[in-house]
């Protein structure tokens, strides 16, 4: 890393904590539903699981909607299933720094997708009624 680079991540650093960047989730969860699509229904396929599909990360989101309390994604999991170009956008949108997006990504894409899966009732079948 270079010198420039040094100081411009201590900068970036600096500026995320002065501001709050990282405790300021709103921008960045409207960002995120923008770009999953409406919350799924069981007649329609979600546009969460063709994108897991078409990355390879059915499993990954599979765990996360059966979890609780999932740890952050690995960034290589959101650069999996997010283009650079969605990356740079949710920072645009967010004001946020482009490593504060990554940090809040990390943190929120698996709270997101549970959230989801709670709203999708295919995903977690309903026990019996006792109809007599």
């Known amino acids: 890393m270079t010198f420039l680079n040094s100081v411009t991540n201590a900068i970036t650093h600096v500026g995320d904590f002065i501001t709050g960047a990282t405790s300021d989730k709103s921008g960045l969860m409207t960002a995120l539903n923008e770009v999953l699509g409406p919350i799924p229904r069981p007649d329609r396929p979600s546009k969460l699981e063709k994108r897991a599909q078409a990355m390879g990360m059915i ?3 599979r765990r996360w909607q059966s979890a609780p309390h999932s740890p952050p994604a690995t960034e290589a999991e959101v650069r999996g299933f997010f283009l650079q170009e969605e990356l740079d956008w949710f920072s645009e949108q967010t004001g946020l720094s482009d490593l504060a997006t990554m ?3 990390r943190k929120m894409l698996p709270q997101c997708v549970r959230l989801r899966a709670i709203h999708d009732p295919s995903l977690f079948p309903q026990p019996p009624t006792n109809r007599e």
Request: aromatic share 0%.
């Open 103 to 105: 940090k809040m990504i």
């Open 59 to 61: 499993s990954t989101i």
